[in-house]
Every structure is written in C-alpha cells, then in structure tokens.
C-alpha cells in the first residue's frame, strides 16, 4: 500500500509563490506517473500539471502554464509542485496522485482521477487579493 502524504498549504498573496511536496511510503513511484490535482467547491476536481513516469514529458492545464512546475526526485519518491505569480482564482484544494503506468506509457500523462491509483489527502491553498 502506498501511502501519499502532501505538505501543509496555505495563505498566499497573489502575486507570490508556494511550493507543495507530495511524499510518497509504502513503496518507491518509480515507474508511476505523478501529477497535482486541484477541486473547488461544485466543480470536478482538475488536473493541473503532471510528469509521465519517465520524467520526459509534463503537462500544465492552460490556467497555470508557465506559472506552476511540477517536478519529481525518485531517490526521495517526492514530487513538487511550485507555484508563482499566484491569482485569487488558483485558490482550491490541491491532491497529488500517482498512476502505475510503465514500460512502453513512458509518455502518458493520464489526465482523469480513475486513472490514478493512489491519491493525497488534500491541501487548501488560498490566495488573496
């Protein structure tokens, strides 16, 4: 069983920056793709930015390109998700969750939650104006 556990987020102006980690036990997420989620209220939750199990390849949604990387360190089964230039509207709960792909998915980044088999808790990020 893989056990996913996020940092705490946060109270951030907009215009700032925050950086969330995703830590990983049970077993190393080598081999499994990584990405952020983030659900606010009413809505589905949405993948934001995610990195194929290679590492090769990462996907950003339109709404945070260029602003929010994500990033990962296999030796430490931690993946990170750093967010600049923050705008009221990124204001939600964000997830990490991880997808067992491997071998020839090098390049997949599954973009619906029941392609992701392990989830984090949750972590409120609130940006303020």
């Known amino acids: 069983q893989v056990q996913l556990v996020e940092s705490e987020g946060g109270l951030v102006q907009a215009g700032g920056s925050l950086r969330l980690s995703c830590a990983a036990s049970?077993?190393?997420?080598?081999?499994?793709?990584v990405a952020w989620f983030r659900q606010v209220p009413g809505h589905e939750r949405e993948c934001t930015a995610g990195m194929s199990w290679s590492g090769r390849v990462t996907y950003g949604s339109d709404s945070v390109k260029d602003r929010f990387t994500i990033s990962r360190d296999n030796a430490n089964n931690t993946v990170y998700l750093q967010m600049n230039s923050l705008k009221p509207e990124d204001t939600a709960v964000y997830y990490c969750a991880i997808s067992r792909l491997g071998g020839s998915d090098w390049f997949r980044i599954p973009a619906r939650t029941y392609e992701y088999d392990y989830w984090g808790q949750g972590t409120q990020v609130t940006v303020s104006s």
């Open positions: 049970g077993r190393t997420f080598s081999g499994y793709a």
